[in-house]
């Protein structure tokens, strides 16, 4: 009996170190409703949202949309991010987190970004009007940054890939 049960505490303690302590994560995260001026509406701002973790430890949180011009919250974006946005044949709104740059750096991430024909783009009005919203902080969100990246002309490769060191490559949708 004693044999039986070291052997299965000894496979149980093999078979979790050898799960990899690198992973990422993905769903999506959804703000509702939104306020401006005298305006009010119940529409959902959805983000893709992946997630690099070092064991249980949050190294990167990446959300993003394609921006759209037509839904009630580009009511946030100020004339000249509209303007912006308008000159982009593919413009992305991006709100990220990084833990320790010396790990995974929002600048890794730029460059990432860059690689694949898009460059950034300050968003302070809308991001604002973002941090604001009563769900960003029960989100736990208050530490993230809201960023614009745009990418002008079409791009050989149309899909977006990010790999960061220790991490499978991904791809952004």
Request: proline content about 2%; charged content about 25%.
């Amino acid at each position: 009996m004693r044999i039986c049960l070291y052997s299965i505490i000894s496979l149980l303690l093999i078979s979790c170190s050898s799960q990899t302590k690198n992973m990422i994560s993905t769903g999506d995260l959804v703000l509702k409703g939104g306020v401006f001026k005298t305006q009010k509406w119940t529409d959902t701002l959805t983000f893709e949202r992946k997630s690099w973790y070092k064991e249980f430890t949050l190294l990167f949180d990446v959300l993003y949309q394609k921006v759209d011009l037509q839904s009630p919250f580009a009511q946030w974006y100020s004339a000249s991010e509209k303007e912006t946005i308008s000159s982009c044949s593919d413009a992305l709104l991006v709100v990220s987190y990084h833990l320790d740059a010396k790990r995974i750096s929002y600048s890794m991430f730029k460059e990432q970004m860059s690689k694949a024909g898009y460059e950034e783009f300050a968003l302070e009005e809308f991001g604002q009007n973002l941090k604001l919203h009563p769900d960003y902080e029960s989100l736990s969100l208050s530490l993230h940054k809201v960023h614009g990246f745009c990418r002008k002309g079409t791009s050989l490769d149309s899909e977006l890939r990010i790999s960061f060191p220790g991490f499978n490559e991904i791809t952004l949708h």
